[in-house]
């Protein structure tokens, strides 16, 4: 889908601040043990710059960031206030169900995911949605910590800067 196409509208950012303030814990579904990937950049930001209770979901893998992972959301030891989901287009129906039947408050969809339908069934179910946002961005860039996600540059130029 196209974003010209889309038609669902996510909250604006004083809500997603609301959202990422009224939050204790945070599953990221889709987690990786994986340096080179996505989740692991973002849990490693979740857990060295934030307060909140990070928990990780993949049935494959034992640990990550010397802590356990969970199989499913299912497994977790409480309800997460937001699940950040890192799976594939295709995976997002189930994902949904497993966030509903968790007692989750958020649906939060990474970079790039993007599921209409799914969307209109997480706010039918009461849940709060986000996508195509990355957590780890919006938490720095409302809490002032870009320069900790790597984007510190401290010139905003789409111009490649010549060093004298």
């Avoid at 986000?130 to 910590?145: L, S, W």
């Amino acid at each position: 889908m196209s974003t010209a196409d889309r038609t669902w509208t996510g909250p604006s950012a004083p809500g997603r601040l609301g959202l990422l303030r009224q939050a204790k814990s945070i599953a990221i579904v889709g987690a990786s043990d994986k340096p080179s990937r996505a989740s692991y950049f973002v849990a490693t930001y979740l857990q060295s710059s934030t307060r909140y209770k990070v928990y990780f979901v993949n049935p494959v893998v034992k640990e990550i960031l010397g802590e356990p992972t969970y199989a499913s959301l299912a497994d977790l030891p409480e309800s997460p206030d937001i699940v950040d989901v890192f799976r594939k287009h295709d995976d997002l129906p189930g994902v949904l169900e497993e966030a509903i039947a968790a007692g989750a408050k958020t649906l939060w969809l990474q970079l790039g995911s993007w599921h209409e339908d799914v969307a209109n069934e997480a706010e039918a179910a009461g849940l709060d949605v986000v996508m195509d946002r990355c957590v780890k961005i919006e938490h720095a860039r409302f809490h002032g910590g870009l320069h900790l996600a790597g984007f510190d540059t401290g010139v905003i130029s789409s111009k490649r800067q010549v060093l004298a």
